[in-house]
T-cell receptor, first 115, second 110 residues
Framework: DTGVSQNPRHKITKRGQNVTFRCDPI?????LYWYRQTLGQGPEFLTY????????KSRLLSDRFSAERPKGSFSTLEIQRTEQGDSAMYLC?????????????FGEGSRLTVL | KQEVTQIPAALSVPEGENLVLNCSFT??????LQWFRQDPGKGLTSLLL?????REQTSGRLNASLDKSSGRSTLYIAASQPGDSATYLC?????????FGAGTILRVKS
């Protein structure tokens, strides 16, 4: 257990539905990352928060995707009008505070299947 | 473009063998490099972190090296065990993000 919690662990949905994933990072970690991983590939960067500020977004994050971290603690990733290509594992991670970045702690991931 | 490549894509070895996993990266302006382990259907566990100013890190049977100038890192696993079977991922930090390789799937046969 890394201390990073993600919910739900699995989500099966029909195409066109909206889904939301939640990440609770380690409490003292002020930075938070979302990654997406498809089968046989390494994780791909989606977005990055420093406290409540979303500082960087990947071009992978289309306008159907939105991420928030309202109070600088937990974060949510919402996908609207899901498509089959959205099927993947969505991973949240947080590093220890400070620079350079230290060890990165990942959650167990939220697996999305879009039918 | 910042790319990370891992070779081989898969490796199968008998128990007890020493092995080397390779990682190469195209942009040498890195903050650090991390090696992760991922079990099927699970998240990633950090194994070793090498800062850009360091040459290697060791933890138990694992040793990771970093050569920034050539854009290469290796992960050496000594006396492999069946419990080492997993996917090993290399990730390079650039600015605010890590760029991952596709991983090496390792199988250690008993």
């Amino acid at each position: 257990d890394t201390g990073v919690s993600q919910n739900p662990r699995h989500k099966i949905t029909k195409r066109g539905q909206n889904v939301t994933f939640r990440c609770d990072p380690i409490s003292e970690h002020n930075r938070l990352y979302w990654y997406r991983q498809t089968l046989g590939q390494g994780p791909e960067f989606l977005t990055y928060f420093q406290n409540e500020a979303q500082l960087e977004k990947s071009r992978l994050l289309s306008d159907r995707f939105s991420a928030e971290r309202p109070k600088g603690s937990f974060s949510t990733l919402e996908i609207q009008r899901t498509e089959q290509g959205d099927s993947a594992m969505y991973l949240c991670a947080s590093p220890k505070p400070g620079r350079p970045t230290g060890e990165l702690f990942f959650g167990e991931g939220s697996r999305l299947t879009v039918l | 473009k910042q790319e990370v490549t891992q070779i081989p894509a898969a490796l199968s070895v008998p128990e007890g063998e020493n092995l080397v996993l390779n990682c190469s990266f195209t942009d040498s302006a890195i903050y650090n490099l991390q090696w992760f382990r991922q079990d099927p259907g699970k998240g990633l566990t950090s194994l070793l972190l090498i800062q850009s100013s360091q040459r290697e890190q060791t933890s138990g049977r694992l040793n990771a090296s970093l050569d920034k100038s050539s854009g290469r890192s290796t992960l050496y696993i000594a006396a492999s065990q069946p419990g080492d079977s997993a996917t090993y991922l290399c990730a390079v930090e650039y600015g605010n993000k890590l760029v991952f390789g596709a991983g090496t799937i390792l199988r250690v046969k008993s």
